[in-house]
C-alpha cells in the first residue's frame, strides 16, 4: 500500500518568509510524527499527534513553529519568518497506534533558507 | 538525562567482512529500541526493534542486535557486509513518552 508522502521534496524560500509542509500518513494510523534532521543537530523531534488528542508540542524549536492535523489524517507543519538555521529536512512518520508500534517514515521535505 | 549515544560517525569495512555500529543509552525506565537505515537520498527504514523478550532480534537484510541491560547497549551486527549495505544507520529509543530519540547515525561505508 502507499507510504507517508511529503510535499513538496523540496522548498528554497527567503528568510523571513512562512513556509507549509505538508505530509500524508499511511491510511488508518492514528499517530503522526514530525522530526527535523539538520548537520548540526542530528534528527530532532518536533511534534507528536495522537488522534484527536491534543499534540505533544515539547519538540518545538521556538514559537515560529505550528502544526496542524485536520479530521485525524493529513499534517501541515507551518514555520513563521523563517530563518537560516531553519533549515534541514522535515521528515513526518507515521505509526498504527503508540511509538512501539514501526514508525513509517516519509522522504522529507528538504528545506533551504537563503 | 535519557540519551542515545552512537561513538562511531563514520565505519568502513571491506566487502564480505563483519560489522558491528554500536549503540549505548542511558535511562532509568524501561525502553524501547530500534535501529533505522538510510539509503542515499532516501528516507528511514526500519531495520528492526526490540519491544521485550528475547533479546537477540533479527531484522532485514541479515542484520539483528542485541539488548544488554547490564550494558545498557543494543549494538548493531551483521556477519557478512554488501556494498548496498553502504548507508547511514541511526540507533533510536522509546523512553515511554511516545517519541523517538535518536543517535547522531554511523556512516557505513563498504570497501569493495
Known amino acids: 500500500g502507499a507510504g507517508v508522502s511529503q510535499s513538496p521534496s523540496n522548498k528554497v524560500t527567503e528568510k523571513g518568509k512562512d513556509v507549509e509542509l505538508r505530509c500524508d500518513p499511511i491510511?488508518?494510523?492514528?499517530?503522526l510524527y514530525w522530526y527535523r534532521q539538520s548537520l548540526g543537530q542530528g534528527l530532532e523531534f518536533l511534534i507528536y499527534?495522537?488522534?484527536?488528542?491534543?499534540?505533544?508540542k515539547s519538540g518545538l524549536p521556538s514559537d515560529r513553529f505550528s502544526a496542524e492535523r485536520t479530521g485525524g489524517s493529513v499534517s501541515t507543519l507551518t514555520i513563521q519568518r523563517t530563518q537560516q538555521e531553519d533549515s534541514a529536512v522535515y521528515l513526518c512518520?507515521?505509526?498504527?497506534?503508540?511509538?512501539?508500534?514501526?514508525?513509517?517514515f516519509g522522504p522529507g521535505t528538504r528545506l533551504t533558507v537563503l | 538525562a535519557q540519551s542515545v549515544t552512537q561513538l562511531d560517525s563514520q565505519v568502513p569495512v571491506f566487502e564480505e567482512a563483519p560489522v558491528e555500529l554500536r549503540c549505548n543509552y542511558s535511562?532509568?525506565?524501561?525502553?524501547?529500541l530500534f535501529w533505522y537505515v538510510q539509503y542515499p537520498n532516501q528516507g528511514l527504514q526500519l531495520l528492526l526493534k526490540?519491544?521485550?523478550?528475547?533479546?537477540l532480534v533479527k531484522g532485514i537484510n541479515g542484520f539483528e542486535a542485541e539488548f544488554n541491560k547490564s550494558q545498557t547497549s543494543f549494538h548493531l551486527r551483521k556477519p557478512s557486509v554488501h556494498i548496498s549495505d553502504t548507508a547511514e544507520y541511526f540507533c533510536?529509543?522509546?523512553?515511554?513518552?511516545?517519541?523517538?530519540?535518536f543517535g547522531t547515525g554511523t556512516r557505513l561505508t563498504i570497501i569493495p
Open positions: 512518520a507515521s505509526s498504527l497506534r503508540t511509538a512501539w508500534d514501526t514508525q513509517y
Open positions: 491510511s488508518g494510523h492514528t499517530a
Open positions: 499527534f495522537q488522534g484527536n488528542s491534543a499534540p505533544d
Open positions: 535511562s532509568s525506565v524501561s525502553v524501547y
Open positions: 526490540y519491544l521485550s523478550g528475547s533479546t
Open positions: 533510536a529509543a522509546n523512553f515511554g513518552n511516545e517519541k523517538l530519540t
